[in-house]
């Protein structure tokens, strides 16, 4: 078993893409009972504090940072939950540009595969490894671009275009023809953040136009109950019955169909492979 490499991407921030790590890699590991990893290229480090607060995990000392540095990220696992394990990130990270300098002076294309390098050993001990990324087109991006099998493309609804799925795409592109990236679009998630907003169907079905069923039928929404994770952790409620919390089961009910699509695109992607 070799693990799918995942990564979520959208260059803008505030757009749904830690919530779908930290919610995908939740329904991954207890629903669908994988050996799951989420790797957090983030130096905000929110997919950290989130999956710190689901595994009720204070203090954290394994860090992405060290394992860049020592060039192993086998040591630097935290485990979360059963079957759910992090590489934690931290502000130091913010370094990685200098330190891939430093480390590959002239070599563009070790600077730019220097994470695929890393992941390499990981695979083997996971079925899924999902990564967070920070909102810029940068060394983190392109890092995680060339170490992912597949990348999940977030669509902002609510803007009037789908400028951001397609800047994405097109960079893509670029790392595919310059660095011989190997990435496939494994879903395009249609995400609406704001409250009490409305999805624009027009952008949803210009995408669909454009991007045919690679946009998935799920759409998440505003859920107040997502948001609380942020701050809570990821869970799922009992009530007095012992009947799950209907918000919890609605929140999470939207990550495990964005899941199922997910599984059928990228067996639907190795069939078209051979
Ligand atoms: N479906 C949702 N419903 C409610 N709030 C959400 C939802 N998705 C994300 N959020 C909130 O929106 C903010 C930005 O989301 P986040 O996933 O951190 O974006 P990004 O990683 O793209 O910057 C966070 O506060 C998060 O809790
Ligand atoms: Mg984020």
């Known amino acids: 078993m070799s693990a799918d490499v995942f990564v979520v991407g959208n260059f803008k921030g505030g757009v749904g893409k830690t919530k779908t790590v930290t919610m995908l890699s939740y329904i991954s590991a207890v629903n669908k009972h994988r050996r799951t990893l989420v790797v957090d290229l983030d130096p905000q480090a929110n997919a950290t504090s989130i999956l710190a607060k689901t595994g009720n995990i204070t203090d954290i000392n394994k860090n992405i940072t ?15 939950i059963p079957n759910l ?39 083997e001990q996971y079925d ?17 671009m060339m170490a992912s099998d597949y990348c999940i493309i977030i669509l902002q609804t609510q803007e009037l275009s789908f400028d951001g799925a397609k800047t994405y795409i097109n960079y893509m592109q670029y790392l595919i023809d310059n660095y011989g990236a190997k990435l496939d679009i494994v879903g395009i998630l249609p995400c609406m953040l704001r409250a009490g907003g409305r999805v624009d169907k027009k952008v949803l079905s210009d995408a669909r136009q454009e991007f045919g069923n690679n946009v998935l039928n799920t759409i998440v929404t505003y859920q107040e109950r997502l948001k609380a994770y ?10 007095y019955t012992g009947q799950n919390d209907q918000w919890d089961q609605r929140a999470h009910k939207v990550f495990e169909n964005v899941l199922d699509e997910i599984d059928l695109h990228k067996l639907a992607l190795q069939e078209e492979e051979g």
Do not use: C, H, W
């Not at 060290?66 to 935290?78: A, E, K, R, S, V």
């Not at 899924?128 to 983190?140: C, E, G, N, Q």
């Not at 942020?230 to 009530?239: L, R």
């Open 85 to 123: 394990d992090l590489i934690a990130s931290n502000t130091q990270f913010s370094r990685l540009p200098k330190m891939l300098l430093q480390s590959f002076p002239d070599d563009d294309k070790r600077q730019v595969t220097y994470l695929r390098q890393l992941l390499e050993p990981l695979r």
């Open 66 to 80: 060290d394992g860049f540095t020592n060039g192993d990220l086998t040591n630097q696992i935290t485990p979360i």
């Open 128 to 144: 899924a490894i999902y990564l967070d990324v920070p909102p810029t087109i940068s060394d983190f991006s392109d890092n995680a």
């Open 230 to 239: 942020d701050a809570e952790g990821i869970s799922m409620g009992k009530i």
